[in-house]
């Protein structure tokens, strides 16, 4: 069995694969003052859950967008789980050529969709990643990620609307009942959901022009389900793409 595990500044993503099998997930949030030791027993009570011996894995492959908590994760791993994480990073194996400027640069989460994307789908496509940020990342036909367009997560953008807007409050993102709310949580969710919307609908026809008519749009992270309910620009909704990409980068590297 192999332990997947995606450190996010929201979330911590963690899948258990069975080869190609994604037999069991999980989503947890990132706790920034959480401890290697705190790290390494949450990873052994998810196991247990699972029904699976630290002894049972047959390795961890590892992606961080979190300096300071891929460290601490990858201590973890290494005393509780006895394994040393192939940590996503400069010189590992992906398939994907990386044509940024600083290819450095490209959070290891990016380069793990584009993997996935590469490896499950083909090129041309549009990868869309709604997270703490949203961001789309262009892959070519040939499997070169070119780079893409970042901008703040629909949750990042709610939060600032909360913290720096005195009369507007804190919500949970749905769907209202229509585009014009008649109060103000629904004025809220119309503007953050239908808006954010629009965007990825304009940004994918952007990105068509200079991909193609034939590119693929796959979406992925927490939100991507409630955004592809209200557009047809989403042609797969891949909510652990990020795993497969840590699984396929896991096997190109043992192989």
Request: include cysteine.
């Amino acid at each position: 069995m192999l332990l997947t595990i995606d450190i996010g500044n929201t979330n911590l993503t963690i899948g258990l694969y069975e080869g190609d099998d994604l037999r069991h997930h999980w989503r947890l949030a990132t706790d920034h003052a959480r401890m290697p030791d705190e790290y390494g027993l949450q990873l052994l009570g998810l196991l247990a859950h699972a029904g699976l011996p630290a002894s049972g894995l047959t390795g961890i492959s590892l992606a961080s967008v979190v300096p300071p908590l891929t460290g601490r994760v990858t201590q973890a791993c290494r005393e509780y789980l006895k394994q040393d994480p192939l940590v996503v990073d400069t010189g590992v194996k992906t398939g994907i050529r990386i044509r940024y400027e600083d290819p450095k640069a490209v959070g290891a989460d990016r380069v793990c969709d584009a993997v996935a994307v590469m490896k499950m789908h083909g090129g041309p496509a549009c990868i869309i990643d709604f997270g703490t940020a949203t961001t789309f990342n262009a892959l070519t036909k040939d499997g070169d990620y070119l780079g893409g367009a970042i901008t703040a997560g629909i949750n990042l953008a709610a939060e600032a609307l909360f913290t720096r807007a005195a009369k507007l409050p804190g919500i949970d993102l749905q769907r209202p009942p229509s585009v014009i709310g008649r109060n103000t949580v629904h004025a809220m969710q119309s503007g953050l959901l239908f808006g954010y919307v629009s965007m990825v609908e304009g940004m994918v026809e952007r990105f068509r022009k200079e991909l193609g008519p034939q590119m693929k749009v796959i979406a992925t992270g927490g939100l991507a389900e409630i955004v592809s309910k209200e557009t047809d620009m989403i042609d797969v909704l891949a909510p652990w793409l990020t795993l497969d990409g840590l699984r396929i980068i896991w096997q190109l590297n043992h192989t």
